[in-house]
């Protein structure tokens, strides 16, 4: 049970972080991305394609937080696969991204965050959780 706390914590953390500072720098953020894009097939789509992610990222962090509440409190996991479904859509998203825009370094990053996601969810699978 520890490590599905421990992994709903990374989901608050990472996603929560990354949800807040697009946020806060959603301007340069936007800048950085239409460059990133400006040759693909995504470039009109940027706008639409932030506002996502950052919902998406958002969605997972407080799901994470409502999950270790509720399995806490009820041994229930409703919001923690709410929270593992919200941070796989986001590392699959931004994964497709990067490849996209064929920066296969910054795909590559992001695998490193889909391991404990993947993990997650085969503790979930694996504990009929």
Do not use: C
Not at 1 to 14: K, R
Not at 33 to 52: C, R
Not at 84 to 110: C, E, F, N, P, V
């Amino acid at each position: 049970m520890t490590s599905i706390y421990i992994l709903l914590a990374f989901f608050v953390i990472v996603f929560g972080q990354s949800a807040v500072d697009k946020m806060i720098n959603f301007k340069a953020e936007l800048a950085f991305l239409k460059q990133h894009f400006s040759k693909t097939i995504l470039s009109k789509a940027v706008p639409l394609m932030l506002v996502t992610i950052t919902l998406l990222e958002l969605g997972a962090a407080l799901s994470g937080i409502l999950a270790i509440t509720e399995i806490a409190r009820a041994h229930h996991f409703g919001f923690a696969k709410i929270s593992g479904t919200l941070a796989a859509a986001s590392l699959l998203s931004l994964l497709l991204g990067q490849r996209i825009a064929k920066d296969y370094a910054g795909a590559m990053t992001i695998v490193v965050y889909l391991i404990p996601t993947l993990l997650f969810w085969i503790l979930i699978e694996r504990f009929q959780l």
